[in-house]
């Protein structure tokens, strides 16, 4: 397929970035008001879950594109954008564990610990929104999508091998 695959992968998790701190918010307020059982909280977990999956999918893809991004834009901006998005992803994965943690866990701890996931959260819209930004510049400022135009060609995949 000549046609970028991270594009299609990174606006799951950066959507769900954007509404996890009113979703795991609102379930946990529900939860220590009464107004839902604590068995609620799991879909805040499941929510978190598919941010991360999708968060790792998004990495993976923009390894396969990076090559050929970077023949257009250079290395720095690349550079850039994969260390937030290294950011972003270990952040949703502790955000996760927390979560977690609050969710199956008994007693007191369980919404200290669904407390401390739920502002997690808020994190991982900072780096969300960090990692879509660079994102943009590498396609909007340094011309990242113009490694697809008609007639630019992917680089060979050597890993480091050149002719002679």
């Given at each position: 397929?000549?046609?970028?695959l991270?594009p299609?992968?990174?606006h799951l998790p ?5 509404l996890m ?5 609102g ?6 008001k009464?107004w839902l059982?604590?068995r609620a909280?799991?879909?805040a ?9 999708g ?11 990076e090559e050929?991004?970077?023949a257009?834009v250079?290395?720095?901006?690349i ?9 972003f992803?270990i952040?949703?994965g502790a955000?996760?564990?927390f979560?977690?943690?609050g ?6 701890a369980?919404k200290?610990l ?8 808020l ?5 969300g929104?960090r ?14 999508a ?5 007639g ?11 002719d002679d």
């Amino acid at each position: 397929m000549d046609e970028p695959l991270h594009p299609l992968f990174v606006h799951l998790p950066l959507a769900l970035a954007s509404l996890m701190p009113l979703i795991a918010g609102g379930l946990l307020l529900a939860w220590h008001k009464g107004w839902l059982p604590k068995r609620a909280f799991a879909i805040a977990i499941l929510l978190q879950i598919f941010l991360v999956g999708g968060g790792l999918a998004a990495r993976y893809t923009g390894e396969e594109d990076e090559e050929r991004v970077e023949a257009v834009v250079g290395d720095d901006p690349i550079h850039a954008h994969e260390e937030a998005a290294d950011y972003f992803v270990i952040a949703a994965g502790a955000t996760l564990l927390f979560l977690l943690l609050g969710g199956v866990l008994k007693g007191g701890a369980a919404k200290g610990l669904a407390l401390v996931g739920t502002l997690g959260t808020l994190g991982v819209l900072a780096a969300g929104i960090r990692v879509g930004h660079l994102g943009g510049e590498i396609v909007y400022q340094h011309g990242g999508a113009g490694a697809w135009k008609a007639g630019s060609a992917p680089p060979a995949r050597g890993h480091g091998e050149h002719d002679d």
